[in-house]
């Protein structure tokens, strides 16, 4: 985004991080300008207080693009995975993409009354389209997110508002742990794939797109596919907590 001129706000809930992360951007392109807002969407429960922790710090903005882009996973059988863990999937990946949306789209619209474009993307997750074993909350939550901006993007297009819900797939990042072997997508390849397609479509696989044994998958019968995916998961998780990782 910075490369096509954006200027950038990052919210995000390590200062640390903020500071290091802005630090690179401006000393690589010191013309853009940045800001920041602290915030950890697992302990903000309600609109009015991602309005006043996010919404209020950021109304002076031109916001032209929103990445709803936070998430979190834990792996495991609904029964042996803990409440806090089922609260944080719920929070960071539901309820922090509608909060944040109802809370910016006001300022958001602005710019449609002025005749310009924005756009809204929510990364929800291949894993949002099926009910998952092993990862069902956080299919669950996924599948809230991508229904969130699916049904905006019809709601808000006449308002010159492209969203889009981006299902991502296996990315190398820190969510996916070190995980070796699987064939996991470059984040630049990843983000290269979601941006061709916004303001085309409304849900976007990114780069899967033409993939063929992401279509394989998708066209597999369901209860195939959860049982091998509760397995995967399964012992992932065991290897994971034998590790001290989880
Ligand atoms: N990697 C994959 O294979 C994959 C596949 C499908 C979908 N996704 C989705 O892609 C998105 C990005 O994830 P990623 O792969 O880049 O993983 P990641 O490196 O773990 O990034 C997740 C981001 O969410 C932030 N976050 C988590 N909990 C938060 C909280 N309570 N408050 C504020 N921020 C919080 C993290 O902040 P910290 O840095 O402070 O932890 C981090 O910036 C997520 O929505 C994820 O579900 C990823």
Same mark, same amino acid.
């Given at each position: 985004?910075?490369?096509? %001129?954006? &200027? ?17 951007? /401006? ?6 300008? #940045? ?16 309005? /006043? ?28 995975? /803990? ?51 092993? /990862? ?14 699916? %049904? ?18 296996? #990315?190398? #990042? ?6 070796? %072997? ?43 596919? &959860? ?20």
């Amino acid at each position: 985004m910075v490369e096509q %001129g954006f &200027n950038i706000c990052i919210i995000a809930r390590s200062e640390e991080k903020i500071a290091q992360r802005l630090e690179e951007i /401006t000393k690589e392109f010191p013309k853009v300008r #940045t800001f920041s807002v602290v915030a950890d969407f697992d302990k903000i429960h309600t609109i009015e207080d991602y309005k /006043t922790q996010i919404g209020d710090q950021l109304r002076f903005l031109d916001i032209a693009m929103l990445f709803l882009n936070a998430g979190v996973s834990h792996v495991g059988a609904f029964a042996d995975i /803990t409440n806090q863990e089922v609260q944080e999937m719920v929070s960071v990946n539901a309820l922090q993409p509608i909060y944040c949306a109802k809370v910016l789209l006001p300022i958001m619209l602005k710019r449609a009354n002025r005749g310009q474009r924005s756009a809204i993307v929510v990364t929800s997750s291949g894993l949002g389209g099926r009910p998952v074993a092993g /990862t069902i909350t956080y299919s669950a939550a996924k599948a809230f997110s991508s229904f969130l901006a699916q %049904g905006l993007s019809y709601e808000l297009e006449e308002q010159n508002v492209d969203v889009l819900s981006w299902e991502c797939g296996p #990315t190398q #990042t820190k969510m996916m742990r070190g995980r070796k %072997g699987a064939k996991l997508l470059s984040p630049e390849a990843a983000v290269k794939g979601m941006l061709r397609d916004l303001g085309k479509e409304r849900l976007t696989y990114g780069v899967l797109k033409n993939d063929r044994s992401s279509s394989l998958f998708m066209a597999m019968p369901s209860g195939f596919i &959860n049982r091998m995916m509760f397995k995967a998961m399964k012992g992932a998780r065991e290897r994971r907590i034998k590790e001290g990782l989880q």
